[in-house]
């Protein structure tokens, strides 16, 4: 080993101020590039396989044991600190940028996610673990150890902090978990080789090497980025049966739509939100008991909606004034106000004057004052995340309740009273407990199967005397009481009432699709 090379290893203090910043500035860098490989798995797992509180307990648990491992096996490395460092670095943009790709793949062409998941994370946090005992040992000759490892922890979590707020706000909307993935690599890789370039003077022969891997590392990763969009399309064609027309990643989800011979279907990460060929069944059925039954029509608000579908049921009543739409995803709203095909679909809905279109959580939104409403639509996805559930908790309810005019009406949609039926009654024991009565009931939508919702109300509503005075594709009103009626295999449960301390209804709603 050269002279050089000895004056970079730890305890010998030779290494200047410059090139402590510089290494400081590494580990800054890496650490913001750790933490959105921690984010984009757990991100892209949660669009996956649902259920996010699960996916990211399981990335942050098994990520961190992965670094307890790889500090452990820091102890190993015992010469060429510095080498060993940007090869760290070099290998972790490679593995890190490959990491969502590769995860697509796995989902899309086999049943082994789930294992393929853990091994990365296993694999990049074990490398993640190895980056702070070799960085301080290296520095250890700068200063005292009190000293540099209070500096290299200090610009450790500062990097954290910063890729843990550009993630939400910057990166995922801006470039979608795929090329976020592939640019941190190349972030990553970056690091090394502008550590090479400033000691490479010290190594020799392995200068060449490691610039060779590096370069390899690059080429790799800006490969797979020009072809990241044909990939991610052929990757989402073996998830979809149906042409993909438009996919993007919003700051909430990711939004694909397909079409079939002009049948449209609308998935919000993974999960169908919408068959055009079958969509007016769940919407009349949705909106309809409803604005039949109340007595003000002119105030109305839908919460979740963002497609349009059900405000354009809603604008079939002539007396109504105002709708206040409140979706929390701009990209869904927009996709609905300017997307042609959905347009037709939702006959310019969103575009009517009379909608108000507000994106913010609805939770945050029924937390203000506002003028009554004589019927709120809840039009949410359903329940699978407990994120999802604070609008159908008792407290969210209650928060709907004070929104409502007198004798105004609440409808929501409930997921399904077959395949979910702990979920669904669930919703009706929610309800009950922030004080409505209800009429629930339920309906055959072919692509979705049988399908449940509750009407609440602050008194028993006289359903046989119901009569809808617009033009409607499926539902009658003779039919509506007989909607109310349960077979054995659908019929009430006793389950317990969801809670905004004790989200239960993700796990019923989980545990009821999962037996399918």
């Known amino acids: ?31 913001a590039c750790a933490i ?6 757990g991100t892209t797992s949660s669009y996956f396989l ?19 491992v790889g500090s452990w096996a820091s102890r190993l490395i015992e010469r060429r600190l510095l080498e060993r460092f940007i090869l760290l670095e070099i290998g972790l943009g490679l593995v890190g940028g490959l990491a969502v790709p590769i995860l697509y793949a796995a989902y ?91 000691f490479g003077r010290h190594m020799g022969r392995a200068k060449v090497w490691l610039a060779a891997q590096g370069v390899a590392v690059v080429a790799c990763l800006v490969a797979v980025l020009w072809a990241a969009e044909p990939l991610r399309e052929r990757w989402e064609s073996a998830l979809y049966e149906d042409r993909i027309v438009f996919s993007t990643q919003s700051a909430y989800q990711r939004i694909v739509l397909t079409d079939w011979r002009g049948h449209l279907r609308l998935f919000l990460d993974g999960h ?21 039954l109340t007595s003000s029509r002119q105030r109305v608000l839908i919460v979740g909606g963002g497609d349009g579908l059900s405000a354009r049921e809603v604008l079939k009543y002539p007396e109504v004034r105002e709708i206040d739409l409140v979706d929390m995803d701009r990209a869904i709203t927009d996709l609905a106000r300017r997307d042609l095909r959905i347009t037709r679909l939702n006959k310019n809905a969103l575009s009517d004057p009379k909608v108000r279109i507000l994106n913010e959580d609805g939770f945050t939104f029924l937390q203000r004052p ?54 669904y009654w669930s919703i009706a024991a929610t309800l009950e407990a922030a004080g409505f009565v209800l009429f629930s009931y339920h309906v055959l939508v072919p692509s979705f199967g049988e399908w449940g919702f509750h009407l609440a109300s602050e008194r028993e509503l006289p359903i046989a005397e119901v009569k809808f005075d617009v033009p409607l594709r499926f539902l009658r009103a003779e039919f509506l009481p007989s909607m109310g009626i349960f077979p054995s295999d659908m019929e009430r449960l006793h389950v317990e009432v969801n809670r905004l301390d004790s989200p239960l209804l993700s796990r019923y709603y989980r545990e009821g699709w999962n037996r399918w």
């Open 272 to 292: 169908l939100q919408f068959a055009s060929v079958d969509e007016y069944r769940y919407h009349e059925s949705l909106v309809h008991p409803a604005m039949a």
């Open 370 to 423: 506002h003028e009554a409403y004589g019927v709120i639509v809840v039009d949410l996805p359903d329940p699978r995340v407990t994120g999802l559930t604070k609008l159908y908790s008792v407290e969210g309810y209650r928060l709907f309740k004070r929104h409502l005019s007198p004798g105004g009406l609440l409808v929501t949609q409930a997921t399904s009273p077959y395949f979910a039926r702990e979920a």
């Open 108 to 198: 899309a062409y086999t049943d082994h996610y789930r294992y393929c998941m853990l091994l990365l994370i296993v694999g990049i946090g074990g490398l993640i673990g190895l980056e702070v005992p070799l960085l301080t040992r290296i520095l250890r000759g700068y200063g005292s150890l009190r000293t540099i490892l209070a500096d290299v922890l200090s610009f450790d979590y500062l990097g954290s902090l910063v890729a843990a707020l550009m993630f939400p706000y910057l990166l995922l909307p801006l470039l979608g978990t795929l090329h976020t993935s592939l640019v941190t690599g190349l972030v990553n890789t970056t690091v090394g080789f502008v550590l090479l370039l400033y």
């Open 36 to 41: 959105v490989y921690e984010l984009l798995i």
């Open 1 to 31: 080993m050269t002279d050089g090379m000895r004056q970079l290893d730890p305890g010998d203090g030779e290494i200047s101020r410059p090139g402590t910043i510089l290494l400081l500035a590494a580990i800054f860098t890496a650490a």
């Open 50 to 68: 649902g259920d996010s509180i699960a996916q990211f307990s399981l990335t942050i648990g098994f990520f961190l044991f992965a670094m307890g």
